[in-house]
């Protein structure tokens, strides 16, 4: 019985992938997510419904537009496939719970992250605000009152953490060095985890992404590094597997002390 659950997470993550895809593409454009229907980008061809079948339409027609045989992005099954194995991933970590929306919901921000900052080095501010509202309210269902407020504090800690190194980094490299958006993504993680984990969320997206950036400055000579994808990815991990991470801090800890 249970592998249905697993089918159903992942199939709903196919969907869900494909629709990631469309908002992170078009929000921050201020286009319409209905309308003009889905099309190829090339030949502007509106795709039929047999066309929009998520990673299945897009392995039968081998990566190329049905119409005029251009070679079709990557991206689109990568964040199909990506959203279907993190919701997967979700419901096999957390089952039916409270944790389970708050995974969905991080997730879900991980990957429109991914497509609008790759894409436009911009993440809209809707993308962030629906996750911290839904992120809320499952911390007061699951915390009571007091508990809710404690995690928005914690939100608002972790935010005024960042723009404070935010502040710091623009006096050192005497340039802006971060985006709005990154600072305001941390508010996400205080709400889901809490300032302690916050720092390890900075810390890992930092030690991600150096690596990722070096590769990339090489190879494209690009200037301008995202680090949206970074910090989520970041909260991401953290949130699956906070209670290791706690361990490991505090045998840390207990080492200095
Ligand atoms: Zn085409």
Not at 21 to 39: F, Q, T
Request: charge should be positive; include cysteine; proline fraction near 4%.
């Amino acid at each position: 019985m249970e592998v249905i659950y697993y089918v159903s997470f992942f199939l709903f993550g196919l969907c869900f992938g494909s629709f990631y895809n469309v908002v992170g593409m078009r929000v921050p454009l201020e286009e319409s997510i209905s309308k003009p229907r889905s099309h190829c980008p090339y030949c502007g061809h509106t795709l039929k419904w047999y066309e929009l079948i998520p990673l299945v339409s897009f392995i039968i027609q081998k990566g190329k537009c049905r119409s005029c045989k251009q070679k079709l992005s990557y991206f689109y099954p990568f964040t199909e496939l990506a959203t279907a194995i993190l919701f997967t991933v979700s419901y096999y970590s957390f089952g039916f719970s409270y944790e389970l929306i708050i995974a969905l919901t991080l997730s879900s921000l991980f990957m429109v992250v991914v497509v609008s900052d790759l894409t436009y080095l911009m993440i809209p501010d809707r993308f962030i605000v629906i996750p911290l509202i839904i992120i809320a309210i499952v911390n007061f269902l699951m915390k009571g009152f007091i508990g809710g407020l404690l995690q928005i504090s914690y939100g608002l800690l972790s935010f005024t953490l960042m723009y404070l190194i935010m502040l710091l980094g623009n006096k050192l490299f005497k340039k802006e060095s971060m985006g709005g958006a990154d600072i305001k993504l941390m508010f996400v993680a205080g709400l889901a985890l809490d300032p302690l984990l916050s720092i390890v969320v900075i810390f890992l997206a930092s030690v991600i992404a150096l690596p990722v950036s070096f590769f990339l400055l090489i190879k494209n000579k690009e200037h301008v590094i995202p680090f949206g994808p970074f910090i989520t990815l970041g909260i991401l991990i953290v949130f699956f597997t906070k209670l290791n991470i706690r361990e490991i801090f505090e045998r840390v800890l207990v080492l200095f002390s």
